[in-house]
């Protein structure tokens, strides 16, 4: 069974950076999407980033030109970079995965495979 796990989360100061990576395990899969999402208590998980099989990415318009998504095929790992930190940015992120060959989406109930969660918090 494929499993997901993040790492990397914290606290960090507006205007700093940080990295998440997403261990992926069993996961047999030549056509996938693998997304970040996050979601504040109380609001909607949203869609962050996405990165595909090919290695196309796409972006929310939230965090275009401050975030770069990566998948490491050799290493089995989902990167998040993270650039110029906004307190709104604060949230828990999570990796997930959708296999087959649709194009990737923002939609959470689109994606079978989740990670646990990781908290990023980041002060004004």
């Known amino acids: 069974r494929a499993q997901l796990e993040e790492s990397g989360g914290g606290s960090v100061q507006a205007g700093g950076s940080a990295r998440l990576s997403c261990a992926v395990s069993?996961?047999?899969?030549?056509?996938?999407?693998m997304n970040w999402f996050r979601q504040v208590a109380g609001k909607e998980r949203e869609g962050v980033a996405a990165v595909d099989d090919t290695g196309s990415t796409s972006y929310a318009a939230s965090v275009k030109g401050r975030f770069t998504i990566s998948y490491d095929n050799a290493k089995s790992t989902l990167y998040l970079e993270m650039n110029s930190l906004q307190p709104e940015d604060t949230a828990t992120y999570y990796c997930?995965?959708?296999?087959?060959?649709?194009?990737?989406?923002?939609?959470?109930?689109?994606?079978?495979?989740w990670g646990q969660g990781t908290q990023v918090t980041v002060s004004s």
């Open positions: 069993e996961f047999p899969y030549n056509y996938f999407c």
């Open positions: 997930a995965a959708a296999v087959g060959g649709a194009p990737c989406s923002f939609v959470p109930w689109e994606f079978g495979i």
